[in-house]
């Protein structure tokens, strides 16, 4: 803001600004501290996250510092109020206060009324706000936060001692929108609300993190006021990518014309269809209201185009409900049950939240930040401080790379990717990874290895690659048997054919949805583990292992109670102590037996033999949220090693820090053969997966001859845009000055876990809810926490049982998924504690006695 508007709209502020006592100053100060301490934006707490759409509502943002910020703002208003349109200004933050007052200059030019938030009038003596409120007919300016030196906010922020955090910021421009709305509501007239910056796009907020990025939660849609002077297509331009990159609508550029003719050069610059207006050069001293006056056409043309596409943003909304309907076939999904109505508009996201349209919210309908509450099928891996750097990296690379192939070839970004995974959930046994596009196709891969390993071990194919090659030549099938796997009841390993085989029959392999279905496994019934009434507990499968009355574990009763329940998770997990239980031999025996049925099978020609181990570690998702004992998978490894079965781990949901450790297998304390991960591969932005493998198991893929290699691959194999997202995800996690809930272990030694997340979920409360009559079990295992609640019969995935609690955390701000008749809830790695508990304490309410 140049010196004399601002010195002309000091003298307004100092007109409203009542002075007050040292005394009263430090009461204002106390109350600023505890309004931090208890003011949270964060999921979960409650009501009063929308930002309805009856007012159009605009930021505007400035490519440098003095390029008419205020100006624009108070020219806009002049065209809203002119046209009898109710008119706020807010300025968020503030510096150089009351002497500078950008609200001050637009209540003068509006003739408004100008207001101070507490934390503002603190910089002006005061120990509360000022000035009057909402009033029908005049346009409210109003300062929030301010301080009294005319620099950056995160200078002058620690400078006075009255620090301001992100949330606050957001949740303070929420709640003054949200005012304004409901004014303007009583008029029945769509409201106009100008939403001024500080400094430029990029210029730091008051905690140092960059103002583009504190106001996304919003949703505003930006006005950017561009750079007339030399080198001013370049600040503009920069701007603009800055606030694009970012998910910002670009209505539209105004920007001076000091002789450059700057703004023809960025029209024919920025995507076609971005207005760009052209003002006169700035007013010098002592001429602001002339120019604001020969600048009034501009303005008002200006208006009116933020004013139509605000409309047309709300009939777009409005709109994709019933298009999808029309045109989108839905995953898992029977579309005659779907209505318009229940049809999620999603209009963004803010780290964990979803930005979604509720067109019941309001005259307009509101966006909504909702916490995604199943992590977008599991997927989601970073808070919202954290989603841009993910962003930047996929825009890096899609800049320098687009796409390349990958066969024979390498490129940073795919190095960077590997060198993580190898060092990270596959460190003390990974030595390749094969990347593929998705989980469904990582376990394939992972059962080719798996079952080629089997042949060479079996002696059915050669150990030298020479004489593989021969074989071959003269053979090509080697007259190999068909194999199968060992694998667990109720795991799920993907949608595509071969994926489907590797699990028992259940809803999604039935004619009517996998026709070529084939069973291709041998299905163990796992003993799960939860808190049930209180205590951890292993609920035994009732018929055995294999389902069949036989060989069941505690057959006769005795000890069943002493070994399958425990007082805390630590016990629980404690698989060192329990390898010396009664149970864990229970286990062994049981294991042994129904392997050696399977060979006596396979050796009768009944069946083939068993190719491979393929399980989820410690967690079944798709079968309904089941904590698998992990004792049981500990000795299920082991037995399978000791007989020489490959073991493939799917850990595309379990892996990579879902569970509390960046390999899930760390858990059970076995390592795998091979291993697959996808979801949080890529922190949620971009479908890549990789299947890592042991030196040995790549060893049976070499040799002379390419028939003898995996031949397995798709277009997009390793492509650097997700390879570089992947890169930068397993950095995130695992650096402690950007993962909140990570604890390094300094202190660990050989195959223990060196790194782990702090227990996101309260177990005491978790006992609580386990109490409930409504709950069957429960558990809260790294990110996710998961209620099993009582219904008739089984449940299981066909149940809507959980579907009325997830609409009853709606209100919350919580968007959850039901999953028959389990409701989970999944943060993502990086989640502070303080939302998980506000979360459980939320989904605890919900659930009824």
Same mark, same amino acid.
């Given at each position: ?28 100060? !106390?109350?600023?501290?505890? *309004? ?19 007012? %159009? ?20 208003? #002049?065209?809203?109020? #002119? ?18 007052? +950008? ?34 007919? /005049? ?22 001692? #009255? ?89 539209? =550029? ?51 185009? %933020? ?28 579309? %005659? ?93 990974? @030595?390749?990874?094969?990347? *593929? $596009? ?22 059915? /194919? ?83 292992? &294999? ?33 010396? *239980? ?9 294991? +042994? ?45 082991? =037995? ?21 450790? !960046? ?25 890549? @997966?990789?299947?890592?493998?042991? %030196? ?33 995800? &397993?950095?995130?996690?695992? +650096? ?10 300094? @202190? ?13 979920? $309260? ?28 219904? !008739? ?23 959850? #998924?039901?999953?028959?008749?389990? =409701? ?26």
């Amino acid at each position: 803001m140049s010196a004399p508007i601002a010195r002309r709209a000091s003298s307004v502020a100092r007109g409203r600004t009542r002075w007050l006592t040292s005394t009263s100053i430090e009461r204002s100060r !106390e109350w600023f501290v505890r *309004s931090l301490g208890s003011a949270s934006d964060g999921a979960a707490s409650g009501n009063g996250r929308a930002l309805e759409l009856s007012i %159009a509502s605009f930021a505007i943002w400035g490519a440098n510092t003095g390029v008419g910020k205020t100006l624009a703002s108070a020219g806009l208003a #002049r065209a809203a109020t #002119r046209r009898g349109t109710a008119t706020t200004f807010l300025k968020p933050v503030q510096t150089g206060y009351p002497e500078d007052s +950008d609200a001050g200059f637009v209540a003068r030019q509006t003739k408004g009324n100008e207001t101070a938030g507490e934390h503002a009038a603190v910089a002006s003596g005061s120990t509360e706000g000022g000035g009057e409120g909402f009033a029908a007919g /005049v346009t409210r300016a109003h300062t929030e936060f301010a301080w009294r030196r005319a620099a950056g906010p995160h200078l002058t922020a620690a400078e006075e001692g #009255r620090p301001v955090s992100d949330e606050e910021i957001v949740r303070a421009t929420r709640n003054y929108l949200r005012e304004f709305a409901e004014s303007a509501r009583e008029g029945n007239a769509r409201g106009f609300a100008v939403i001024e910056t500080a400094g430029g796009v990029a210029s730091p907020g008051p905690s140092g993190t960059l103002q583009c990025e504190i106001l996304r939660a919003l949703r505003l849609p930006a006005i950017l006021i561009g750079d007339g002077r030399l080198g001013g297509i370049s600040t503009t331009t920069s701007a603009y990518e800055s606030l694009h990159a970012r998910g910002y609508d670009v209505v539209g =550029v105004l920007m001076a014309d000091d002789g450059y003719a700057n703004h023809e050069a960025v029209a024919k610059i920025l995507p076609s269809g971005t207005k760009v207006f052209a003002l006169p050069p700035l007013p010098p001293q002592g001429k602001a209201d002339a120019w604001l006056e020969k600048s009034a056409g501009v303005f008002s043309e200006a208006f009116e185009t %933020a004013m139509n596409w605000h409309e047309k943003r709300i009939q777009a909304l409005q709109k994709l409900p019933g298009e999808a309907l029309e045109k989108i076939w839905w995953p898992f999904t029977q579309h %005659a049950t779907v209505e318009p109505d229940t049809v999620t508009v999603i209009d963004g996201r803010y780290g964990e939240d979803f930005e979604i349209y509720d067109q019941e919210k309001g005259r307009d309908g509101a966006i909504d930040l909702r916490f995604d509450g199943a992590a977008s099928w599991w997927t989601q891996g970073v808070s919202a401080e954290l989603q841009q750097e993910l962003n930047s990296a996929a825009a890096n690379a899609a800049g320098r790379y687009g796409h390349v192939m990958f066969p024979e070839n390498v490129h940073q970004p795919s190095m960077d990717a590997t060198n993580a995974l190898l060092e990270g959930p596959g460190k003390g046994w990974g @030595s390749r990874v094969f990347y *593929s $596009d998705n989980g469904s196709t990582a376990t394939e891969v992972g059962l080719k290895m798996a079952f080629r390993k089997y042949y060479v071990d079996a002696g059915l /194919v050669s150990k030298d690659g020479h004489q593989r090659a021969k074989d071959l030549i003269n053979d090509g099938s080697c007259h190999l048997p068909q194999l199968r796997i060992i694998a667990l009841d109720g795991s799920y390993h993907g949608d595509t054919l071969g994926a489907m085989d590797m699990q028992s029959p259940s809803v999604f392999t039935g004619p009517m949805q996998t026709p070529w279905y084939q069973p291709r496994g041998l299905f163990l019934q796992p003993p799960s583990l939860a808190i049930r009434n209180g205590e951890w507990t292993v609920a035994l499968p009732p018929h055995g292992l &294999l389902n069949d009355g036989e060989d069941r574990l505690f057959h006769d009763g005795k000890d069943l109670e002493s070994n399958t329940t425990w007082k805390s998770k630590a016990d629980a997990f404690d698989i060192g102590k329990r390898l010396d *239980s009664p149970l864990a031999n229970e286990y062994r025996q049981a294991v +042994d037996k129904a392997l050696e049925r399977a060979e006596q099978d396979a050796k009768a020609g009944h069946m083939g033999p068993v190719g491979a181990l393929m399980m989820e570690p410690v967690l079944h998702g798709a079968g309904g949220m089941v904590l698998i004992d992990p004792l049981f998978q500990n000795i299920l490894m082991k =037995v399978c090693r000791e007989r020489k079965i490959p073991i493939v781990l799917d850990e595309v949901f379990a892996g990579i820090w879902r569970l509390g450790t !960046e390999g899930a297998w760390e858990i059970i304390g076995e390592k795998p053969d091979i291993s697959c991960y996808a979801k949080l591969l890529t922190g949620g932005l971009m479908p890549m @997966s990789a299947t890592v493998a042991t %030196a040995d198991v790549f060893d049976v893929f070499y040799g002379p001859g390419k028939a003898q290699g995996l031949l397995h691959g798709h277009s997009y194999t390793a492509y650097p845009i997700g390879c570089a997202v992947a890169s930068k995800a &397993l950095s995130l996690y695992k +650096d402690p000055a950007k993962n909140p809930n990570l604890i390094v272990d300094a @202190s660990s030694k050989g195959d223990t876990p060196t790194a782990y997340l702090r227990e996101l979920w $309260d177990e005491s409360k978790l006992k609580e809810i386990s109490n409930k009559s409504s709950v069957r079990r429960v558990f809260g295992q790294g990110c996710v926490l998961a209620v099993e609640l009582e219904v !008739e019969g089984e449940g299981g995935y066909s149940s809507n049982a959980a579907k009325e609690v997830v609409l009853r955390l709606r209100p919350h701000s919580v968007q959850a #998924r039901p999953l028959g008749n389990v =409701v989970y809830l999944m943060c993502a790695p990086t989640t502070p504690k303080a939302t998980c508990d506000r979360l459980l304490n939320v989904l605890a309410e919900e659930l009824s006695e």
